[in-house]
């Protein structure tokens, strides 16, 4: 069975960074598209990044220029460094593998002052 879990999120203020984590276990991780997704309070999940087995990335419009994902496919772990946050990055961030369509538990970040 695919587990996924996220660290990383937390309270940050506007302009801070933060970089979430995502270990994969019992997936084939090195073949596997992940992605990150956020889901904000009454809006629905979307997807912010995404990277493939060869290191091809695409992020949304929102978030190009100031996020980056990254994998280590030595470590079973994708990342996502976040610089620039503002309070509109506010959500849950979530991790899936989309060649099995596992999703992580979310972890939360709020950017506030």
């Known amino acids: 069975q695919v587990q996924l879990v996220e660290s990383g999120g937390g309270l940050v203020q506007p302009g801070g960074s933060l970089r979430l984590s995502c270990v994969a276990s019992?997936?084939?991780?090195?073949?596997?598209?992940m992605g990150w997704y956020r889901q904000a309070p009454g809006k629905q999940r979307e997807l912010v990044a995404a990277?493939?087995?060869?290191?091809?990335?695409n992020y949304a419009s929102s978030v190009k220029g100031r996020f980056t994902i990254s994998r280590d496919n030595t470590k079973n772990t994708v990342y996502l460094q976040m610089n620039s946050l503002q309070p509109k990055d506010t959500a849950v961030y979530y991790c899936?593998?989309?060649?099995?369509?596992?999703w992580g538990q979310g972890t939360q970040v709020t950017v506030s002052s």
């Open positions: 019992g997936s084939i991780f090195r073949i596997s598209v």
């Open positions: 990277i493939n087995s060869g290191g091809t990335t």
């Open positions: 899936k593998d989309n060649l099995s369509d596992y």
